[in-house]
């Protein structure tokens, strides 16, 4: 067995897959509600869903500690490390890491992701499966960036709310979309690591639809695709597009996820994303 040179460490944007190397160690941000603070992994999907159908305080998120980051260092147990960061466009996560350099006594490596959640998934899967092989951090960065080049990531949620309540959109838009019935189909900007509404639908299942189309708009008919589907609180969503994608494009891999708590504060609990690539991963083809 080959002995990796460096361990990966990533943070709670990540929404893993069983079907990929992403049992790494990840760094939790916390989810407040009023004065009371759980890591991510301490609260289920179905107690946040129950709190935010309440009338209780919206819940907040917190980046991940300095501190925290050191824990998922030491956790590894390697003087080396990679640590893969939710874009630092929607997150402090970053400085944070940046900040526990001085507390670890090893070599850090730090990669802002400039995306999250299945995205960020793909390109750990690439970190990691360098580790594995025995490569070095050079060359799991330069797979990392061409998993990134290659990957798109849209999402469509059910309700403008939450983003509202959250302070991520105007009280003026919210309202508008709501009464409209708007759902926007919306995309992870690599190049400002940033949300970029790219479409509407008139409705959630036409927001799926949009969904699919924006892949197959990028990729064009027929490419073949490794697709990573995200789903809130109904799983049939990502059943539904994965039938979509298949209407379109051989697929060579695909999984499915639940979107994480502190990523559901933001959509709300029905939420529906994709992140696509085209082809075999780098280090295969």
Do not use: C
């Not at 990957?151 to 508008?176: H, K, M, N, S």
């Not at 499915?256 to 529906?272: C, S």
């Amino acid at each position: 067995m080959t002995t990796p040179q460096f361990a990966v460490v990533t943070d709670g944007g990540l929404d893993a897959y069983a079907g990929l190397k992403n049992s790494v160690p990840i760094v939790p941000f916390s989810v407040i509600f009023g004065v009371e603070s759980f890591h991510t992994h301490d609260i289920s999907r179905q107690e946040l869903y129950r709190r935010l159908e309440s009338n209780g305080p919206h819940p907040t998120s917190a980046q991940p500690t300095p501190q925290d980051w050191l824990h998922g260092y030491e956790q590894t147990g390697q003087r080396e490390v990679l640590a893969v960061t939710i874009s630092s466009g929607l997150s402090g996560s970053l400085n944070s890491a940046e900040q526990s350099r001085s507390l670890f006594p090893g070599k850090l490596t730090i990669q802002d992701s400039h995306t999250l959640s299945a995205a960020q998934a793909f390109q750990v899967h690439a970190a990691q499966t360098a580790a594995e092989r025995g490569e070095s951090i050079e060359t799991a960065l330069k797979w990392m960036k061409q998993v990134s080049d290659e990957t798109e990531l849209f999402f469509t949620i059910d309700t403008l709310e939450y983003l509202r309540r959250g302070g991520r959109i105007g009280r003026v838009q919210a309202t508008l979309g709501g009464l409209l019935n708007l759902k926007p189909v919306i995309h992870v900007d690599k190049s400002t690591g940033t949300y970029e509404n790219v479409a509407r639908a008139r409705s959630y299942k036409g927001g799926i639809e949009a969904v699919v189309a924006q892949v197959t708009k990028k990729y064009g008919e027929g490419t073949p695709l490794r697709v990573g589907f995200l789903y809130g609180n109904i799983q049939e969503d990502a059943d539904t597009a994965l039938e979509l994608v298949r209407a379109h494009h051989p697929i060579m891999w695909h999984g499915k996820a639940p979107v994480n708590p502190v990523l559901n504060i933001h959509t709300g609990p029905r939420a529906l994303g994709i992140a696509a690539a085209p082809g075999a991963w780098p280090w295969e083809k």
